[in-house]
T-cell receptor, first 113, second 114 residues
């Protein structure tokens, strides 16, 4: 069965520190993977996506993610956290059929001064 | 810019009421989706539609129905609202997602059933 697991429902970092949000997936076919961000009281916005063109994917706002097939992972990183990065982050996996997305439970990122 | 617009940001309804949540997209997308978002559970798919008048159940369709009479509009209907349907509802739309085309989301409707 296809699934997405995000390790850590809450992550807290200092401003300027490395951000690492973890995502593992399970898929019987080559996956398409996405990271979305949700700021308070808003909808979801695409950060980046993996579509098999390159294993290191760069997104908006300085985020990037590396696809590792051997580890079935797609972790999201940012070298230096900013206060404006405080939000909830969702990892998602594209399933077959009519193109449905399966989402992880989300990780809430807090950034403190 | 792609826009997915949900008709209400906040709604308060009474138990037993029939509730309509409306979603409109302006990008001629074939696919439209309704998700429910609850803390610790992420987003769960309620229903989706891949064409006008076509619909498919998602993972949690019980207590909900949908309507898609026009390509740009997708409505979620709570036939008889219950308190356990208090949640954030998110609408999304996309072209067919093969190849990783992204889904675009509306701002969400926070529904409270009292």
């Amino acid at each position: 069965a296809q699934s997405v697991t995000q390790l850590g429902s809450h992550v807290s970092v200092s401003e300027g520190a490395l951000v690492l949000l973890r995502c593992n997936y399970s898929s019987s076919v080559p996956p398409y993977l996405f990271w979305y961000v949700q700021y308070p009281n808003q909808g979801l916005q695409l950060l980046l996506k993996y579509t098999s063109a390159a294993t290191l994917v760069k997104g908006i706002n300085g985020f990037e993610a590396e696809f590792k097939k051997s580890e079935t992972s797609f972790h999201l990183t940012k070298p230096s956290a900013h206060m404006s990065d405080a939000a909830e982050y969702f990892c998602a996996l594209l399933t077959g059929g009519y193109n449905k997305l399966i989402f992880g439970a989300g990780t809430r990122l807090a950034v403190h001064p | 810019d792609v826009k997915v617009t949900q008709s209400s940001r906040y709604l308060v309804k009474r138990t037993g009421e029939k509730v309509f949540l409306e979603c409109v997209q302006d990008m001629d997308h074939e696919n439209m989706f309704w998700y429910r978002q609850d803390p610790g559970l992420g987003l769960r798919l309620i229903y989706f539609s891949y064409d006008v008048k076509m619909k498919e159940k998602g993972d949690i369709p019980e207590g909900y129905s949908v309507s898609r009479e026009k390509k740009e509009r997708f409505s979620l209907i709570l036939e008889s609202a219950s308190t356990n349907q208090t949640s954030m509802y998110l609408c999304a739309s996309s072209f067919p997602l093969q190849g990783g085309t992204e889904a675009f989301f509306g701002q969400g409707t926070r529904l409270t059933v009292v």
